[in-house]
C-alpha cells in the first residue's frame, strides 16, 4: 500500500521549530553535565526535569513501555540504552544520548554521541565521521531528490573508512507523533525510494560502527548492540525538506547549512 506521509504547512512547521529549540537546549546541558563518574540515570533524571521545566513532555517515557526520558547507549550499544543507577561513566568511554520531546503536540527528536573524558583518537575520529554522515546526508535531503540519496550519501562516506551502517534501525519520518512514513535508511541507491517533497519532515540518524553493521538486541528488551562488540556512535537530527535549497535543521537552531567546499 501507499505510504502516508504528512506534509507540514508553515504553522506547524513553526511548531516543530519552538519542539527543535527547546530540544537543543536540553542536549546542550546534557552534554556539558556529561562527566566520569556519574550514573547514566543521573542524565536521565536531568533531561526530564529539563524537559518538564518547559511545559513539554519527555516523548520516550513510556513509548512502548521505555521506562526513561533518554537513551545512554555506551561503546558498543548502538541505541536504546536504558539509563541506569548502575551504569556508571567512565573516562574513555563512547556515550551516545538520544532524547525526545513533545512541544503543544509537535515532536522532536535528536542525538549525539561524544567521548566521556579523555576518549581515544580512534573512537573520536569515529564520533566526528558519524557526524559528518549526517551532513552528507542532509546535504542531499533536497526537493525531488529520493529517500535513497541521503542513505547513499551516508553510506558511502561511513565505508570510506571501514566503518559498518547499521542496516536494523533507521531514520524516520516524524510531526505529531515520533515515528511516522516514511522510514530513512542509512544506506541505499541513488535515484531510489520516496521522492522528497517540501513540507517533509524527518529524522535523520546515522548509526556507525567501528566494525561489522550486524547488531543484536539484549534480554532487557531494548538495547541493541553490534554483534562483534565494536564501538558504535549515533547522530540525529529532526529536519525539513524546503521548497528551494538546503533542509532546516529544525532541532539545531541557528545553524545554517552550506554547500559542501571540499
Known sequence: GRQMIYLKNAQQIECMRKAGELLYDVLCRLREA??????????????????????AIPSFLDYNGYPASICTSIN????????????????GDVLSVDCGLILDGWQ????FTVGVGNVSPENQKLINVTE???????????NGNHLGDIGHAIQTYAESFGYGVIRELT???IGRNMHEEPSVPNFGREGHGVKLRPGMTLA???????????????????TVVTEDSSVCSHYEHT???????LPELLSYPG?????EEE
Request: with cysteine; proline share 3%; charged share 30%.
Open 34 to 55: 556529561i562527566k566520569p563518574g556519574m550514573s547514566t540515570a543521573e542524565l536521565d533524571v536531568y533531561a526530564e526535569q529539563l524537559i518538564r521545566k518547559h511545559k
Open 76 to 91: 558498543e550499544e548502538v541505541v536504546h540504552g536504558i539509563p541506569s543507577d548502575r551504569v556508571i561513566l567512565k573516562d
Open 108 to 111: 522532536s527528536d535528536s542525538a
Open 132 to 142: 559528518e554522515c549526517f551532513f552528507k546526508g542532509v546535504r542531499k535531503a533536497l
Open 171 to 173: 531514520g524516520h519520518g
Open 204 to 222: 535523520i540518524e546515522p548509526m556507525i560502527a567501528k566494525g561489522d553493521y550486524h547488531v543484536a538486541e539484549l534480554e532487557d528488551g531494548w
Open 239 to 245: 529536519i525539513v525538506i524546503n521548497e528551494n535549497g
Open 255 to 259: 545553524f545554517a547549512l552550506t554547500e
